[in-house]
């Protein structure tokens, strides 16, 4: 049975609405693609709290080969780094950095379900990352009432990435 032609051109229009909502509901990155061996700009976009609730921290575990993080201070928020040993060492501007930032933390703001707001953070890409590939930065939205870990990463098969119910932000790494 198929359905009547104003039934068909609704979906048209509702569906893609519906799905975009969806697609969109996630914590993401802004630029989604970047060159490996060179600077990254990762802008964090939040675009809701949990389930009705604000958001008062961020959370984003920096992936290995992202090295010589600074990230940007929000007014009304605290900042935090959490250091630790790199797996290896990565050339920087004739010296050798083995440990670095592994964890960015903005915390003690307040950013309303209706709103939405960007997280922001620079570093390197290392050339040793393999061009083609996804770079996962997973992140743990801490509400005043409840916690969105949107930590889930695509194993070999991409198109379970697009099904899970809370994907970590990712970044195709381009080669140079």
Known sequence: MSLPVWARAACAIVLPLVLSQTASAHVTLADKE?????RYQAVLRVPHGCKGSPTIRLRVRVPEGVF???PQPKPGWTLETV???YAQSYAFHGSQLSQGVKEVVWSGGRLSDEHYDEFVFVAYLSADL????SLHFPVVQECEQGVERW???AGPNAAAA???DAPAPALKLLAK
């Open 83 to 85: 250091k630790g040993e």
């Open 162 to 164: 697009n099904h899970a």
């Open 68 to 70: 010589n993080v600074k």
């Open 130 to 133: 393999p061009a083609g590939s």
């Open 34 to 38: 970047a060159v490996v061996g060179s």
């Open 151 to 153: 930590i889930d990463v």
